[in-house]
């Protein structure tokens, strides 16, 4: 029976026989052949040696093409899997997914893997690669797939399968001598994998995510289509590794953590000074867009998350505590509840909305010890929150709002190149179908009316309502979301929150969750990484150190640090009995963004030498010109962006 196979551009051909990807790459091109890696049949994407046995529209996926690399790290670790078992066949294989930029397997060992392990497991990849092993897709009856890994002794694999749903159909690739149960798809052969991949780490992983569960060992690894785009990631490794905020942050001064606070950040003086700029700064911005500011509890009674949604929803990851006979208080977890509250505590008018309230609130979340990571994975943490009470009329223009706020914010910050997404409805949430409906389509229009493109983020919105997401691209090139946008229809009706409309009646106002920054801590981390810890001259924690050369220039280094803090700026003095060149090397390990110099010459001339971090060329300055360019260069860039910001110091920064 004839097939017919219509492309993407609308054309067709006909097949005598059922064919498989390959044949239709190969009868259009070799070249097409020689680079496919996948077919998408009708949507689904498979493996280019299955048949297609019914009419079908086609695509065939290159090893070029974006979606083509989870097909390649996929296979990455398939072939990583086949060789730690050809070299540790007592080795136990678990889970293997592809993830962002790389894949990872989990395994079952008692020996700990070593670096040198990863060099002869990755030396045995390549070996498979040059094997070019053909991968073969095997249907399966779920008994049979369970005795044969029980017979491996692959007791993990076993009860993977005996979790699936039994309607669902049990698939086993193999490749050489070894067989891994996968949905698919997966390359014809392991040499079409090429060998522009690396392992990069072992971690500890519980099987399952479970830590009641043993832990495995986690292998991960980096796989690309080819040896540049290799190398320019793991470039950006080598400067991602330089740029470690956690290595700054002791570098600097800023802050640390400890076991017996596991999750939560002790800031040091020059790390809350920093901590505090940004709530300065962003304070400054709110009050300028009409917000006001509140403050609400850190413990409530957990009837009020139960009324929220939270407790069904988000219960696990939050921190409680019991006082007397059924008085279970919780930590809050997010500040939306009680805003509301502070919003139901007198009576609304419509003349009042929309009315912007925000929150500097500190929120706890319970995050698995594995899953935490210096700033930007805590369990303690604040959040620049804020919730918009307004009617249905109103979300399109208060949305704009937000979102050219954020903007122009983040372009203070030095970001210029962000993405938006839109995360639609996610599985476990509350609300009906009706309300999400109307949620989702509101903020749709909303998006539609700033004119600003965004791609979608399926599934991935807040449990009460759709979001926007804002994914700051940062200097090396890394992707961080931070901002949020979120109409929600459900919170104000649970929660009782009501106005009273034109008509007289009451209605329930739509509230919009927006964050700017998100985290504070997670911001703090992000801006030391973008920078490298060379923060902008207004943001730096201290902003000059008078250094002096000899001690007869000591009083006229305090009197100078005076003035400077006279007028604001952040200043220290280093009076040591040390060389010059010593200090200057150590300030400029802390990132100081300009260093004072004063002698006897600077004495006499009334100067001062200006030496700029990470700039060679130093700049002998009146006292009164360097005071000037300083407090120019300590303004926020949204004081000054109109303006020359003027001076060596301010281009500097």
């Keep these: 029976m004839s097939v017919v196979i219509t492309f993407p551009d609308g054309s067709n051909e006909v097949f005598a026989d059922a064919p498989t990807g390959s044949e239709i790459a190969d009868q259009i091109s070799a070249s097409l052949a020689r680079n496919a890696v996948a077919v998408r049949v009708n949507g689904e994407l498979r493996d280019l040696n299955r048949r297609i046995e019914a009419d079908a529209t086609v695509e065939v996926i290159t090893r070029d093409n974006e979606e083509a690399l989870e097909l390649l790290r996929h296979d990455a670790a398939h072939v990583m899997a086949e060789a730690v078992k050809e070299l540790y066949p007592r080795t136990q294989v678990t889970i293997g997914p ?41 249907v399966w ?37 070894f067989a891994d149960l996968c949905r698919g798809p997966h390359l014809p052969s392991t040499g079409r994998l090429g060998k522009a991949f690396k392992l990069t780490k072992v971690a500890g992983a519980y099987w399952r995510g479970d830590s009641r569960n043993p832990m495995l060992q986690r292998i991960y690894g980096t796989a690309w289509s080819n040896e540049k785009q290799l190398k320019a990631y793991l470039r950006m490794l080598e400067e991602a590794e330089r740029r470690d905020h956690r290595k700054l942050g002791k570098q600097m001064g800023l802050f640390h953590f400890q076991e017996e606070a596991p999750g939560a950040v002790f800031w040091h003086p020059k790390g809350w000074t920093m901590f505090q700029n940004l709530i300065d700064y962003m304070r400054a911005r709110q009050r300028g867009a009409g917000y006001v500011e509140i403050n609400t509890p850190d413990l409530m009674h ?25 008085r279970t208080l919780a930590i809050k977890p997010m500040n939306c509840p009680g805003c509301v509250q502070v919003f139901n505590h007198s009576l609304r008018s419509y003349r009042e909305l ?49 979102c050219e706020l954020v903007l122009d914010i983040y372009r203070d910050f030095g970001f210029d190149d962000i993405h938006i997404k839109y995360a639609d409805r996610p599985e476990k949430r509350v609300g009906s179908d009706d309300v999400w409906d109307a949620a989702e389509e509101a903020l749709r229009a909303a998006a539609a009316a700033t004119g600003l493109d965004y791609s979608m983020n399926p599934g991935e919105g807040a449990f009460y309502g ?35 409309g034109e008509d007289g009646h009451k209605h329930t ?22 920078y490298a810890g060379a923060l902008p001259f207004w943001l730096a924690p201290v902003q000059v150190v008078v250094a002096t050369i000899v001690s007869d220039a000591d009083e006229y280094a305090r009197k100078f640090a005076a003035a400077l803090r006279q007028a604001d700026i952040r200043v220290e003095t280093d ?55 300083f ?10 962006r109109a303006a020359d910001e003027g001076g060596v110091v301010a281009q500097s920064a």
């Design 98 to 138: 592809a993830i962002e930029n790389g894949f990872y397997y989990d395994f079952a060992r008692e020996e700990p893997f070593t670096p040198e392990d990863l060099e002869k497991i990755e030396s045995r990849m390549r070996e498979i690669v040059d094997r070019n092993e053909t991968v073969t897709r095997e």
């Design 141 to 177: 009856e779920r008994d049979r797939a369970i005795r044969f890994f029980r017979e491996q002794g692959e007791e993990y694999k076993a009860e993977i399968i005996e979790d699936i749903d039994p309607a669902q159909e049990i698939t086993i690739y193999r490749q050489g001598a």
């Design 302 to 326: 957990r009837s009020l998350w139960e009324a929220s949604g939270h407790w069904e929803t988000f219960g696990e990851n939050m921190f409680t505590t019991e006082t007397d006979v059924d």
């Design 354 to 402: 929309p009315l912007r309230m925000a929150e500097f609130g500190k929120v706890h979340r319970f995050e698995p010890s594995g899953a935490l990571h210096g700033l930007m994975r805590v369990r303690s943490f604040t959040q620049d929150d804020a919730h918009i009470f307004c009617t249905q009329e109103q979300i399109t223009e208060e949305s704009k709002r937000v």
């Design 466 to 500: 759709p979001k926007l997401e804002f994914v700051l691209r940062d200097a090396i090139g890394r992707d961080w979301q931070c901002g949020t946008l979120q109409v929600d229809l459900n919170l104000p009706q649970r929660l009782g929150a009501t106005y009273v």
């Design 509 to 530: 106002p739509v509230m919009l969750h927006r964050a700017l920054f998100g985290s504070l801590e997670r911001f703090i981390g992000i801006l030391l990484e973008h």
């Design 575 to 629: 009076l040591r009995n040390e060389k010059i060149s010593y200090k200057v090397r150590e300030h400029s390990e802390h990132k100081v963004p300009v260093i004072a110099v004063v002698g006897r010459r600077e004495v006499e001339e009334g100067t001062v030498v200006v030496r700029r971090l990470g700039v060679k060329q130093q700049d002998t300055v009146h006292l009164d010109a360097a005071l000037e360019q």
């Design 631 to 640: 407090v120019v260069a300590n303004r926020p860039p949204g004081e000054t």
